[in-house]
């Protein structure tokens, strides 16, 4: 699939240094099935790209923003780290006693239930926190990620992706770097309403925020 990447840069973001890559195909997620893979792969994992991707992200906080935690989806860590860092650079209010940012992530148990151990519980109850997910579908898994993040006592004060096909989830905007309209003919489609579907076109692979397994290898 790698010979059919197409670059991508943000229409309302003008960070030159940002670009996504995206493959035109026929996707499967767990939720969708999808006509663009969206690989994210060195915006989350490079050191330089998700450094920019933080930067992005951080003006869309305003100077009044309480941050204490972040609570990391998809594998994005290091983008997260590199958050923290420009919203303590900016002079964002913490009331956590350590006057840090913590960085979560979550755990699945065997149900596929989203679930926080003890040790992790007190950097989530109490606390501010700004979700933050590589992208979004459907919202399926964002709204799933703010009920536990409630359950447990969390106080949700932004949703951050670098990119998103939803605009609100839950009365929140989503802030994303990226959206639909940056990919002319993006499609998201119900298992039984797929065209490739219909057509009796195969999938080519089963995506996540994480990757992609392809099927016929």
Known sequence: MKERIVKIKSRTNPNPNLSLRVIPGHFATTNSHLNFYIDMTFLKTRQSEAKEVAKA????????TVVDTIVCMDGCEVVAAYLAEELTAAGFMS???????????PEFNSNGQMIFRDNLQPEIREKNIILLAASVTTGLTVRKSLDCIRYYGGIIQGISTIFSAVKVIDGFPINTIFTTGDVPGYGSFKPHECPFCKNGDSVEALVNSYGYSALNK
């Open 57 to 64: 992200m951080v003006g869309e906080y305003v100077n009044n």
């Open 95 to 105: 009331r956590n006693a350590h006057k840090t940012i913590y960085i979560v992530t």
